[in-house]
C-alpha cells in the first residue's frame, strides 16, 4: 500500500476539484489537519492519513508509488470506472454523506 505523501494529497484533490474541506469532511478530520500536512507543518496520525487516503480512493483517485510513474517518484492519477456503472459526481443526486455543507 502506498503512503499518502502531502504532495499526493494536494495533486489529488486537485484532480476532483476538491477545496481542502470537502477532503476534511468526507475522511472526518479537520480543515486545519489537511492543510496543515498539505504545507509541510505536521504529519497527522496514521488514523487520520488512512482516513484522507481512503477517502480519496473511494472517490476515484490511485496512488502510484515510486517508480510507477514516468519521473519515478509517488504520484497520483484517476482510476478508470467500469463504463457499466454510471458516475454520480457530489451533489447530483441523493443525500450526500460527510457533506461540508
Do not use: H, Y
Request: net charge neutral; charged share 30%.
Amino acid at each position: 500500500m502506498v503512503r499518502l505523501t502531502r504532495e499526493q494529497c494536494r495533486a489529488a484533490r486537485g484532480l476532483l476539484d476538491w477545496p481542502q474541506v470537502r477532503l476534511g469532511a468526507k475522511s472526518n478530520v479537520s480543515e486545519g489537519t489537511v492543510r496543515d500536512f498539505e504545507n509541510g507543518k505536521r504529519v497527522p496520525t496514521v488514523d487520520k492519513l488512512i482516513a484522507m487516503q481512503s477517502a480519496l480512493e473511494a472517490a476515484g483517485v490511485a496512488l502510484l508509488g515510486d517508480g510507477e510513474t514516468s519521473e519515478g517518484g509517488p504520484g497520483v492519477r484517476l482510476r478508470e470506472l467500469p463504463a457499466s456503472r454510471p458516475v454520480i459526481r457530489d451533489g447530483e443526486a441523493g443525500i450526500i454523506d460527510n457533506s461540508e455543507m
